[in-house]
């Protein structure tokens, strides 16, 4: 792996970018400035950023229900995400999608997905799309530990293993889907090993290390775009926030899982680990850290400001780019 400074500092940025907008995203939904439904992934940030950041631009991503650091990390502008999740005109799907359905084809980026397992179908599709036009282009395949119980995990590796197509599947096992644990619904621990089946890679990795997602990452999409076929990766992570913004709402006064188990993650926290780790190299210094921070944080003061003060969807227009009923 030959990772240079400014392609660390950039992965830094990106996960910088993912913790701020989605604390933000929390905390204006808590306070019911913005309408739906959203699930932030706070905790997970490296299994996005160290994929996104073996891509090229032109490559391709799909995403899920909590897609807001896939699509910040493909080169997503904050302000018009924050304005579409907050129901805008000028949001990335005119006001219309929100949190779950935030889509720029011109980044790659073929949607964050409402449908659990969703993303699959497309991203093995879009990889076929890819062979079919012969244009050097690999898809990355976010999902959940939850979606691989879907029956589109098991479809989409049979099929993208068989004719070799350009895709990686990343499984991002935060260990719960909504509030079931997964060991309580999933025959395996690991789902990487149902690669197996498939005949093709499976990795487990740390997912709360950048720079190792980045590594396998970077040699999944290799052997992708020289058409030796998909590749499964797991990340294991976990969620600090609940499944869904508000979810004491639906759960009352039960819970799924401890205090000193969310605690224990906390410790592992992706952004101070690369903090730690950029210390010790000694070739990035604190004070480069600061200014991304301080950056990102008045980039998203000018997200926010734009999102309110962009008008809402004109109602003449709520049919149009409706393609269903
Ligand atoms: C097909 C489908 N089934 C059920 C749901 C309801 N649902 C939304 S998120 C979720 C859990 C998904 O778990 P996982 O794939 O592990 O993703 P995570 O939320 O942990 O990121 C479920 C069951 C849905 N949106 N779509
Ligand atoms: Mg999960």
């Known amino acids: 792996m030959d990772l240079g ?16 907008f989605e604390a933000r995203v929390r905390d204006l939904a808590t306070a019911n400035e913005i309408p739906g439904f959203v699930h932030v992934s706070i905790g997970e940030e490296a299994s996005a950023t160290g994929v996104c950041a073996a891509l090229r631009p032109t ?30 005109r000028t949001g990335y799907c005119k006001g219309k999608g929100g949190s779950m359905h935030i889509v720029d084809f011109a980044l790659g980026i073929l949607g964050a997905n409402g449908i659990v397992g969703g993303g699959l179908p497309i991203a093995t599709g879009s990889a076929l799309a890819a062979v079919v036009a012969q244009r ?14 879907e029956g589109t995990f098991h479809e989409s590796l049979n099929l993208a293993a068989v004719w070799k197509l350009p895709v990686v599947y990343v499984c991002e096992n935060n260990g719960y889907g909504e509030f079931t644990p997964m060991r309580t ?3 395996v621990t690991d789902i990487a090993v149902r690669a197996q089946g498939y005949g093709i890679p499976g990795h487990v990795i740390d997912g709360n290390d950048v720079l190792e997602v980045y590594r396998c990452a970077s040699e999944a999409i290799a052997r992708a775009r020289a058409g030796e076929g998909p590749t499964l990766i797991e990340c294991k992570t976990y969620r600090w926030e609940g499944h869904v913004v508000g979810e004491q709402a639906f759960l009352g006064k039960a819970s799924y899982r401890s205090e000193q188990e969310v605690a224990e993650w906390k410790t592992r926290c992706p952004l101070i680990r690369f903090e730690k780790f950029a210390a010790e190299s000694g070739k990035i210094g604190v004070a480069e850290l600061e200014k991304i921070r301080v950056e990102t944080a008045a980039e998203l003061e000018a997200a926010v400001k734009f999102a309110r003060d962009s008008p809402l969807p004109d109602p003449a227009e709520v049919t149009d780019d409706v393609f269903s009923g």
């Open 5 to 20: 400074k400014d392609q660390m500092l950039e992965m830094y940025r990106a996960m910088t970018r993912i913790r701020l």
């Open 59 to 88: 490559d391709r991503i799909t995403s899920t229900h909590r897609g807001h650091g896939h699509l910040i990390a493909k080169g997503g502008r904050l302000d018009r995400m924050m304005a579409e999740i907050f129901g805008k």
């Open 136 to 149: 050097d282009e690999v898809t990355a395949c976010f999902f959940g530990d939850g979606a691989s119980n």
């Open 185 to 187: 619904v999933t025959s």
